[in-house]
Structure formats: structure tokens, C-alpha cells
């Protein structure tokens, strides 16, 4: 009994050691198509309603139960919202709200969600409850590579490639909603990789931080897009009276 107890405290021990060395990469983003609340059909029928300067409702959106070790995703069904901040600062959010015909911005908290989430239209009238006028949404889908180890990987082993690099890319993808209608007035993507040796990778928050460095850079990106974006919306439309 004494050798099995011992046995047993060794493996316990050996499953914790090989936990702590192993880097379970965060869940993905979304496709912001798939969780439209419209069919094709229906999407040509939308208009636009927000009036301007308008009120812009700010969402991040990930896939269902996703997981980061320094975020997790809000409510179960076709995806999760991440009402924590991470990756983004308050200048990211200044440099929004400092865009032309933009009135104010509105941060949506779980408190106006549900815990199953549908669509955009879930998003929508959390937006609504804000009195917003437009949805900003926008997901990041990150990757983790080791140089010549094949596709993505979703475990990584730590310090066990010191001739490697390893590779952290992430796409920012934002889509721009009229919150009455619907409407999609425009998107926005960008994306940034960065590599690292891959024996500086010993530690979880070493990876995390890679990920963390390359997730900011990437939405700084998507800034810069977005705001190319939002000047031909307001080219096209904030000439026009569009207040219900």
C-alpha cells in the first residue's frame, strides 16, 4: 500500500509539472458574417437610420467559451463577449471617440446581455439600452506557430525548441451596424505578426505577453482602418437627415 501511495503521489506530481509546462493557446475570434441577424435577401432591404454625430456602442466579440489567461468570453450559444479590457487602452478609445461626427462612445456591459447569444440583434439592443446609434464590433483571431512544426498550434510546449522561432499572428477584423435597422455601413481588417525565440518561451505569462504585445498592435492597426472607414461613412451619409 505504501509503494502504491507513493506511486501514485509521483504521477500526480509529474501530470502537475507537465501542466505547468505547457501553454494552452487562447479560443479564436468570430466571424462577424456568420452571427448577421439578416438574410442575404433581407440585408438589401436594410437602411440606414443613425443620425449624426452619432453615438457609437463598443463590443468585443470571440467565439463560444472563449478562454485567455487574461480575459474570458461572456454567455453561451453562437458566441462570447468580452466586456474586460485586455489589449485595449483607454487611448485606443479616445482616438474612437476623437473621430469626426462622433458624438460619444457607449461601452456595453454584461448587465444588458443575455446569456445565450444569437446574433448582432442580441448586440443591437443591448446597444439600444445605451441610446447608441451605431455598433462597433470587432473580434481578434490570433495564431501561435513554431517555425517548421506545421500548421497553428492550440498546446505549446515550453522551452523545448531553442532553435526555433515562434510565431504570433493576429487578424482584427470590426464591422460597422446601424443599431435601429441593422445596416452595415462598412468593415474594417488588419493584421500583425510578430517572432520570438523560442526558448525565451519558459514561462506562461512570457507566451501570454507575446500574445498580448501582438493582439494590441494588430487592433492599433484596425484603429487605423476604421478611421478610413468611418470617414466615408461620414461622407456618404451625415449630410443626410437620418433621425427617426
Known sequence: MRNTGALIGI??????????????????GVSLEGISDYSIKERFRTKPAAPFPAILAVVRVQEAGYTSYSNRGYGEGNFSVVTTRDIETDEH????????????L???NRLLLPSHLRDAK??????????ADMLF???LDTSFRIQGQGGPLSVITLGLAPDRRAIVTTTASAALYDVRTGY???VAEATHTTDHLANTWSEVRVVDDARQETEREAFVRLLDEFSK????VVEQYATEDRSL
Not at 472607414?229 to 466615408?232: G, M, Q
Open 229 to 232: 472607414t468611418w470617414s466615408a
Open 137 to 139: 464590433l470587432y473580434t
Open 11 to 28: 504521477g500526480l506530481l509529474l501530470v502537475l509539472t507537465g501542466c505547468g509546462s505547457k501553454y494552452v493557446t487562447p479560443g479564436g
Open 106 to 108: 457607449a461601452r456595453v
Open 93 to 104: 478609445f479616445d482616438k474612437l471617440a476623437s473621430m469626426p461626427q462622433v458624438k460619444d
Open 184 to 186: 452595415v455601413y462598412g
Open 122 to 131: 442580441d448586440l443591437r439592443r443591448a446597444a439600444a439600452s445605451l441610446h
